[in-house]
């Protein structure tokens, strides 16, 4: 059984339930779940709603029943869910993805940061994103190195370093998205998309109390424009 607090996700394709099926599958669990989802974060947003969704499925099912599976064996069935599934079977703040994503390295960086995160209400197909790239992404594996180097020194290049390769299709498969990155750049955030979209997030380097004022001045005009806005730290 499987509710959803939001409706467009009350079906029989949630990828919670498809993850319940398949560890029923893969580990001959003979009886059923009732769950019940609470969406917090927005679709289609670039954040990873549905695959963390999807991995704490696979978690709970893991302690629910003692299972007392590692990540790496239930990485197994969260790579047959989605490229990026397999990050939130791992309690670490950075990682490194590597294969189509499913292959996940835990990084030793100690560097916490605050971010906003602003969600448009525009909701991306992924699909459209992706076919619209026209970057081989295999081979920013080089950038990804320097960017590495400057989180475990925590540099103040990180956020020169950074950077999105779906970005440039994401805006040109979405105008009206173009037209936000415009709105936040030219009040002064350095942003950039969520994965293939269509959320923004922003380092934030909160030095004084005017930074401060700033910071919540740019969130109330962004909430005025009906968007919603998240100001969220690493853990």
């Known amino acids: 059984e499987f509710s959803c ?8 394709n949630n990828l919670v339930l498809k993850a319940a099926r398949l560890m029923k599958e893969k580990y001959g669990i003979p009886f059923g779940f009732t769950i019940s989802l609470k969406k917090n974060i927005p679709i289609g947003a670039g954040l990873g709603g549905g695959s963390s969704n999807a ?8 302690k629910l029943l003692t299972m007392n599976l590692s990540p790496e064996e239930l990485s197994k069935v969260g790579s ?20 189509r994503g499913q292959i996940v390295k835990p990084l030793d960086v100690k560097a916490k940061f605050n971010y906003l995160v602003i969600y448009p209400k ?30 475990k020194e ?8 950074s950077f999105n390769c779906l970005e440039k299709a994401a805006l040109s498969v979405c105008k009206e998205l173009r037209k936000v990155k415009e709105f936040l750049v ?11 979209g269509s959320a923004f997030f922003s380092f934030l380097k ?20 009906g968007w919603l806005v998240f100001e969220v730290k690493t853990y």
Request: proline content about 1%; overall charge positive.
């Open 206 to 225: 909160i030095q004084s109390q005017k930074d401060k004022i700033k910071t919540q001045s740019i969130i109330r005009e962004a909430r005025s424009q």
């Open 80 to 99: 047959r869910l989605g490229s990026d599934v397999n990050f939130f079977l791992y309690d670490y703040p950075w990682g490194l993805l590597t294969g």
């Open 186 to 196: 030219n009040r002064g955030l350095c942003c950039q998309l969520t994965g293939s």
């Open 122 to 151: 525009i909701e991306l197909s992924t699909a459209s994103v992706y076919k619209r790239a026209k970057a081989d992404l295999t081979k920013s594996f080089g950038n990804a190195n320097m960017l590495i180097g400057t989180l």
């Open 55 to 62: 991995a704490y499925t696979l978690l709970g099912i893991n």
């Open 154 to 161: 925590q540099d103040r290049l990180l956020v020169e370093l």
């Open 5 to 12: 607090s939001n409706k467009k996700l009350n079906n029989r």
